[in-house]
């Protein structure tokens, strides 16, 4: 009994602090609405024949904020289907695969109660491959998938999902090798030349300029959209807290329980110490504090817990990866200052190089930007968008717990004290 009713938390748990991408677009899930964000790309996909390119650090919910936005737009009749196809890092996924997943995600995109429609387009639009068979369904089209995309050129590609009211999502580009991005560069060229269709390039990494290297005419046909870290202490505790609310669990600050303020000031500040505005963080510590809230309560202590061990657990596992930065930073002194600027400036958002430059302006730009550049090449930060102008973290948990550790030494000291890495590079700060 005990087992099944604990199984059964979990679910649910884990339903609330999804880790996975979510759409906001359903009515009972937890939402952060993301104002900014979510204008720009409701504007890109309404106006305009426009790609876009959504970039950002890891876990800041770019393919949510994709998948909730195409959706929103599905359901007001301004798209019809929206087919989502991952890349992955398997060697074999080459240009091949990728129209194979093309083809699989449109045709499951599709509702049955909607094939029928469609059956008499894709059949013409699969002609010259499946012999324009009248009563095609949909098994018998995923049966066939190799032979369909085996010569499948890129016109037939854009006008296949472009008929049936398709928009195509390549999710987590980051991991596309150079024969994809040329490829996938082209259909982007030959879609916007030829097809009313779109598509929406996602990833981290700097994948809007790596397709504009194949194709510098697309900057003209591609918006650019950065989505980094989100909002204020208060906005990521507002997150935690309604998911409590939404298990039913009473926590500091709510109605039901008659906390002292501090209690909720000291919730906000642990959780921006190990999480802020980190939502793939901000949901992996809501699982672990709601998880053991068997009794139906969230206290300060448990949240305390669950962050400090967030940060510690992220020292540990960037170990390799804080040495490499005290050595390039002992190696460049100035670089120092530099990150300790972004630090202030909140390292996990997206900043543009030319207000950093700006901002710096008692280094020459050349200086500036050389600093920049040796920590992209690092692959601590990326530089993206149309002029290389934005800048952001590869690794936003470990950039952010860093911050966390040198602005409160005395706090945390017992947690970084014992990786050696770490203490020398908290050192180099003071
Ligand atoms: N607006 C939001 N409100 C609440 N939770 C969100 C929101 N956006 C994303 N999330 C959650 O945050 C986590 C990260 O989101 P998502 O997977 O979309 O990020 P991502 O940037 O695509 O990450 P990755 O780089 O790993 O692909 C997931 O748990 C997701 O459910
Ligand atoms: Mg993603």
């Known amino acids: 009994m005990e087992d099944i009713r604990s199984t059964d938390w979990a679910a649910n748990v884990k339903d609330v602090f999804d880790t996975r991408p979510r759409n906001g677009a359903h009515d009972n899930v937890v939402w952060v609405a993301r104002v900014k964000e979510e204008h720009n ?9 426009h790609h876009i390119c959504v970039s950002g650090p890891t876990g800041s919910g770019k393919s949510s904020l994709v998948q909730t936005c195409v959706a929103r737009m599905i359901s ?3 798209y019809q289907h929206a087919a989502t196809v991952q890349l992955t890092n398997q060697s074999n996924f080459n240009w091949e695969l990728l129209k194979k997943r093309i083809f699989i995600a ?10 029928t429609k469609l059956r008499q387009k894709i059949s013409e639009q699969l002609a010259p491959i499946i012999g324009g068979a009248a009563n095609i369904t949909k098994t018998f089209l995923l049966e066939r998938v190799s032979d369909i995309t085996k010569n499948w050129d890129l016109h037939s590609i854009c006008s296949f999902i472009s008929s049936i009211g398709i928009i195509l999502i390549l999710d987590d580009f980051e991991k596309a090798d150079d024969e994809i991005v040329g490829a996938v560069s082209n259909m982007l060229k030959v879609m916007s030349q030829s097809y009313p269709g779109r598509i929406i390039i996602v990833g981290t990494g700097d994948i809007y300029s790596k397709l504009i290297q194949f194709d510098q005419a697309l900057d003209q046909r591609m918006k650019a959209l950065t989505v980094a870290s989100m909002g204020t202490p208060k906005e990521s505790w507002g997150f935690l807290a309604s998911g409590f609310n939404r298990l039913n669990l009473s926590h500091p600050g709510s109605r039901s ?7 909720l000031r000291d919730a906000i500040d642990l959780v921006h110490d190990c999480a802020n505005g980190l939502l793939k963080s901000l949901n992996t510590l809501g699982q672990d504090v709601s998880i053991g809230a068997l009794r139906g309560s969230v206290s300060l202590h448990e949240i305390e817990k669950a962050s400090e061990n967030m940060i510690y657990m992220t020292l540990r596992q960037f170990r390799a990866q804080y040495r490499q930065l005290h050595e390039i930073l002992m190696n460049h002194g100035e670089a120092i200052i530099l990150l300790k600027h972004l630090i202030d400036k909140g390292i996990t958002s997206w900043f543009d190089v030319e207000d950093i430059i700006d901002e710096l302006h008692h280094w020459h730009p050349n200086e500036v930007i050389r600093f920049i550049d040796i920590l992209v090449e690092a692959d601590f930060f990326v530089r993206s968008g149309t002029d290389r102008n934005v800048l952001f973290v590869v690794k936003p948990t470990m950039m952010h717990v860093l911050g966390t550790v040198i602005s409160k030494p005395q706090k945390y000291r017992s947690q970084y004290d ?7 590079l908290s050192f180099l700060f003071r």
């Open 41 to 49: 790309l409701t504007d890109y996909l309404t106006k305009g024949g």
């Open 76 to 78: 007001k009749g301004l």
């Open 418 to 424: 014992s990786f050696r890495s770490v203490n020398q």
């Open 257 to 263: 329980r008659p906390s002292s303020q501090s209690d």
């Open 106 to 115: 449109s045709i499951e995109s599709i509702p049955a109660s909607k094939f």
